[in-house]
């Protein structure tokens, strides 16, 4: 409607404009907090990947600096030699010779079986570990795109209560322009009853004095505090001097 537009600087930035492809003032407020709801499992993604490279770190050493290993040789002769021909050297040569032995022994033996075994996550391993939770990051910043059709989708099944919510938000707007410029007349009042300050006073004398210096000393809109530029006007008033931008003029 021609009452309401063009919107004010606080309208627009309070309002989702659905074919503005930039993420607007009321979604990034709801984005950042969707976002900061993702720090919690960053930091527990973050612990747990260092658990596990400190786990890793310990567990190596311990494979390579704690390897025991252990040779054992041995060797075992025993021999009986029964000398004579009488018949006592040879049944003593039958018996005793049984127990004539010769053996060698040799063992060799480590720790190897009892050592962890340990091994580290890949790089690979690491970024699909963390991919979902930057996917789940990317659909916190994509998020606002889809959501803008719910109001498009509303409206297509419920068009009574479509006009409805038209209606409630051309009266809010009303309501809350009106408000605003009769706290902002309030304020500007105020801002007239106080006599100006140093810096002030000495900038309007530069102005006078110097009109060149009009392009560097730039004054602001006294509603919005856009700076200025030709569009601007001043207030008729001589008395007044303040500068409006001509969407508050």
């Not at 040569?93 to 890949?122: K, Y």
């Not at 409006?244 to 003029?249: F, L, P, R, T």
């Amino acid at each position: 409607k021609q009452t309401l537009l063009p919107l004010l600087r606080e309208e627009t930035s309070s309002l989702v404009f659905p074919c503005n492809p930039a993420v607007q003032r009321p979604e990034l407020q709801y984005m950042v907090m969707e976002l900061l709801r993702c720090i919690p499992l960053l930091l527990f993604l973050l612990f747990v990947c260092g658990l596990d490279h400190f786990i890793f770190s310990i567990l190596s050493v311990i494979q390579h600096h704690s390897f025991v290993q252990y040779s054992y040789q041995t060797s075992h002769h025993l021999s009986v030699n029964v000398m004579g021909t009488s018949l006592m050297a040879q049944l003593l040569r039958g018996t005793i010779g049984a127990l004539n032995t010769s053996f060698d022994t040799e063992v060799e033996t480590s720790n190897l079986a009892c050592l962890p075994q340990a091994t580290g996550m890949s790089r690979q391993q690491y970024v699909d570990t963390c991919l979902p939770l930057g996917a789940l990051a990317l659909l916190c910043l994509v998020q606002v795109y889809p959501f803008r059709l719910r109001r498009a989708i509303a409206a297509f099944y419920f068009p009574k209560r479509e006009k409805t919510r038209v209606l409630f938000l051309y009266n809010k707007l009303l309501r809350q322009r009106k408000h605003f410029l009769h706290l902002q007349r309030g304020r500007i009042a105020r801002q007239a009853r106080q006599p100006p300050g140093l810096v002030t006073s000495l900038q309007q004398w530069c102005r006078r004095r110097w009109p060149w210096l009009r392009r560097f000393l730039r004054r602001s809109c006294t509603l919005c505090g856009t700076p200025e530029t030709p569009r601007h006007r001043p207030c008729p008033d001589p008395d007044c001097g303040a500068l409006y931008c001509e969407q508050c003029w």
